[in-house]
């Protein structure tokens, strides 16, 4: 019964999710020495400022694009948007950077680096079209102004900063879907690997050896 | 061993973490991080909140500035202005902005049509009723041969340079020889003023309106919006859009996009838009490549700031 079930595709597919993350990988309560400092805490920081944008920006949508021009709550929550906003992007970059640093792509890690990349690219046009959906003389500016780069490029004939309905949905729908489509990737992929380990140092290394390489004399002295 | 095969072993020795492990609490991490995120935002919306300046309207445009209104309407009536000569996606009036031999700004196409004598000028004009000396004036402008019609406006825009607001909102243009432009050129001040043009702006085929490309390319053609701009420091000499109104802190992340804007050969180049995008977009590919990328993804070993990061680490083997 069971080799029937593992040969169908919900088997198979469950299998290989289970074979690449274990419970204990997916949600692990031990994790290595190393990971001690204050930079491994802007992973997760982004993530929250992620669920506060989602929220915030959930609240907004309930009520509609107007709603925050002329309601104190309304505002608030525009201000909660936009404060997480700004708080994603510091986050993300000096995460971005600590990764760097540590070269995180160590390992069989690249898609970690690469996804990570992705989600701060595909951030920016999502945070674009916010700031064109305002509604406010922000949004005329900024999308008057910019609009001249996406036509240059030709992404203006099928991509209208000038069209608050298109900015609108690309803003509340597709472009928060592919950001949290692509952190989803990372953090999966991020259980998977692990946090990459430390670069070995040399004089480490030789210091771990000397300790084997005496026991081994030592070895050889007492069987003469 | 080749470089290859060093690099494979290097793989292999941080594929996977041999030492040791300590307890951790992955949910009470992220719970505690949300909490801190979110106090965190509460805090700065309490002591900042968020700017929300009131948009420019047609109508308060024609209000404000009425001269600067019909300037620009007439240069829309002749295709002089901006958008008359911008190309694609607008119009077939230039191939727009090119690198070599890649013109994707033409190859892409006309995707908005915007016509904008007829769309920001004839059309609303004809669309008032009860006024048929205005007409009977549109009528003049329209049968007249191209070469009459570029007189009249040519003329029009050398005595609107000299042109002066009423008090009642009105505008004065000293000499004559305009033709019916005058008579046009009051009726749609009057159309706007009351804020006929921008309902007139946003008219398609269906009833539900959410595309603001016309009124938006009709106002960034005037002083406006770039008056507002210049006095809120949002121009592009002033680091442009990715500063916001007020003392906020905008779109940071857009430093390096704008700084391109600001150095030579982008700063005078009538290319400059597609340049910088071009060269983002191999920046923005290289980010994403830095593992494999030599030299870059070595930087990290060259100078060992990751000895900082795992000092705890490093001074436990040590001891």
């Known amino acids: 019964m069971s080799v029937v079930e593992d040969r169908s595709w919900t088997g198979r597919l469950r299998l290989r999710a289970v074979g690449s993350l274990p419970p204990e990988k997916l949600l692990p309560d031990k994790q290595p020495t190393y990971v001690s400092s204050w930079i491994y805490v802007f992973g997760v920081l982004s993530l929250s400022c992620l669920a506060v944008i989602i929220g915030s920006g959930t609240i907004l949508a309930l009520k509609g694009p107007g709603w925050w021009h002329f309601t104190g709550v309304g505002h608030f929550f525009n201000s909660i948007h936009l404060w997480s906003v700004e708080l994603f992007f510091f986050f993300m970059v000096v995460h971005l950077w600590g990764k760097y640093w540590m070269a995180a792509w160590r390992g069989g890690r690249a898609r970690v680096w690469i996804t ?69 990737a990372h953090v999966l992929l991020v259980r998977k690997h692990g946090v990459v380990p430390p670069f070995e140092l040399r004089e480490l290394a030789a210091k771990a050896k000397e300790p084997a390489a005496a026991t081994q004399s030592a070895e050889q002295e007492t069987r003469a | ?3 290859r095969e060093r690099r494979a072993l290097e793989t292999e020795r941080y594929r996977d973490w041999k030492g040791g492990y300590r307890s951790y609490d992955l949910v009470k991490e992220a719970s505690i991080a949300l909490g801190v995120v979110l106090a965190l935002c509460v805090v700065l919306t309490i002591l900042f909140s968020s700017p929300d300046e009131k948009p420019s309207t047609v109508q308060s445009w024609a209000r404000t500035d009425p001269v600067d209104f019909v300037t620009t309407a007439t240069t829309e009536l002749d295709g002089s202005s901006a958008t008359g000569g911008y190309g694609p996606p607008y119009n077939h009036a230039s ?49 007249a041969p191209a070469k009459q019609q570029t007189a009249w406006t040519s003329a029009y825009e050398k005595g609107l340079n000299k042109a002066s607001a009423n008090p009642n909102g009105s505008v004065s243009v000293p000499g004559s020889r305009y033709g019916p432009l005058p008579a046009m050129m009051s009726g749609l001040l009057s159309f706007a003023q009351a804020g006929g043009l921008d309902g007139a702006l946003l008219t398609s085929k269906q009833f539900y309106q959410t595309d603001y490309t016309k009124p938006l390319l009709f106002m960034a053609d005037g002083g406006v919006l770039a008056d507002r701009a210049k006095a809120e420091h949002l121009v592009g000499n002033q680091w442009g859009m990715m500063n916001e109104t007020g003392s906020y802190p905008g779109q940071v ?22 340049l910088v995008i071009t060269v983002m977009g191999v920046l923005s590919l290289a980010l994403v490549l830095i593992p494999f990328i030599p030299g870059v993804r070595d930087i990290p070993r060259w100078i060992p700031l990751y000895r900082l990061i795992w000092r705890d680490h490093y001074r436990a083997l040590a001891g």
Not at chain 1, 159 to 171: I, K, P, R, T, V
Not at chain 2, 125 to 141: D, E, K, M, N
Not at chain 2, 265 to 271: I, K, V, W, Y
Request: aromatic content about 14%.
């Open chain 1, 116 to 184: 990570g990349a992705f989600t701060f690219l595909v951030a920016i046009p999502c945070a674009l079209t916010g700031y064109v959906s305002q509604q406010n003389f922000d949004a005329q500016w900024i999308s008057t102004q910019a609009k001249d780069a996406m036509n240059s490029a030709g992404i203006g004939a099928f991509f209208n900063l000038l069209n608050f309905g298109q900015m609108y949905s690309y803003h509340v729908l597709l472009l928060p879907a592919a950001v949290v489509a692509i952190v989803v």
């Open chain 2, 1 to 3: 061993m080749t470089r």
């Open chain 2, 95 to 143: 191939s727009g902005q090119h690198m070599g031999f890649i013109h994707l700004q033409k190859w892409l196409g006309v995707s908005h049509p915007v016509d904008t004598a007829k769309d920001f000028v004839l059309a609303p004009l004809q669309s008032i009723t009860g006024q048929p000396t205005l007409q009977a004036a549109v009528t003049t402008y329209e049968s």
């Open chain 2, 253 to 274: 992340w857009l430093w390096l996009y704008t700084f391109w804007y600001q150095i030579k050969p982008f700063s005078t180049s009538a290319n400059a838009d597609i």
